[in-house]
């Protein structure tokens, strides 16, 4: 199976600051056949069901806003919130959707600071 | 807009089963592999169980592979888990998702307590 290990577990920080979150996989989910990576992030508000993000690592879906960006290839990923709102408190997790069990990561747990 | 809507959550005793549906809408359903994720309390989230558009490909997670029937009805824009010889450890938030290469759309979930 894939593991996949997220960082930090918590991130507290201070409203229009930057909330920076990493996720690296234990083999690599680069498809090299067409050059994509199996990687999606996913917001998880208070008592809601988690909300795709991005898709592809790094393709932002749509009325995600652009304050959210994702990168990374291979086996090191990074969910970036370049201005953190007050609506952005939330749990994030990246998900691999390489093979087969698909897994996530255990999350990372963003508040204001 | 893709409406996914769980039920069939509850209490039951361990070693109890249990049906989940999934009615969906919104969507072309019939044309998009499905899913299982949960949650169980205060937890992050455990992929359950994928089925193909057409049900040919079944997969489980470990945990509950012999236990767990994934299974569809692309007539009825549905979506079943039949869950046998619960325990414990199922307790959790079942949610359903749509599969469009990431898990793109999830319902609000049902909550399933395993306790005597």
């Known amino acids: 199976d894939i593991v996949m290990t997220q960082s930090p577990e918590s991130l507290a920080v201070s409203l229009g600051e930057r909330a920076t979150i990493n996720c690296k996989s234990s083999q690599s989910v680069l498809d090299s056949s067409n050059n994509k990576n199996y990687v999606a992030w996913y917001q998880q508000r208070p008592g809601q069901s988690p909300k795709l993000l991005f898709y592809?690592?790094?393709t932002r879906k749509a009325g995600v806003p652009d304050r959210f960006s994702g990168s990374g290839s291979g086996t090191d990923f990074t969910l970036t919130i370049s201005s953190l709102q007050a609506e952005d408190v939330a749990v994030y997790y990246c998900l691999q959707y390489d093979t087969t069990p698909l897994t996530f990561g255990g999350g990372t747990k963003v508040e204001i600071k | 807009e893709v409406h996914l809507v769980e039920s069939g959550g509850g209490l039951v005793k361990p070693g109890g089963s249990l049906r989940l549906s999934c009615a969906a809408s919104g969507f072309h359903f019939s044309a998009y592999n499905m899913n299982w994720v949960r949650q169980a309390p205060g937890q992050g989230l455990q992929w359950v169980s994928s089925?193909?558009?057409?049900?040919?490909?079944?997969f489980y997670a470990d945990s509950v592979k012999g236990r767990f029937t994934i299974s569809r009805d692309n007539a009825r824009n549905s979506l079943y888990l039949q869950m046998n010889s619960l325990r414990a450890e199922d307790t959790a938030v079942y949610y359903c998702?749509?599969?469009?290469?990431?898990?793109?759309?999830w319902g609000q979930g049902t909550l399933v307590i395993v306790s005597s």
């Open positions: 089925i193909s558009s057409s049900s040919t490909y079944i």
């Open positions: 998702a749509s599969q469009d290469g990431s898990l793109e759309d």
């Open positions: 592809w690592a790094s």
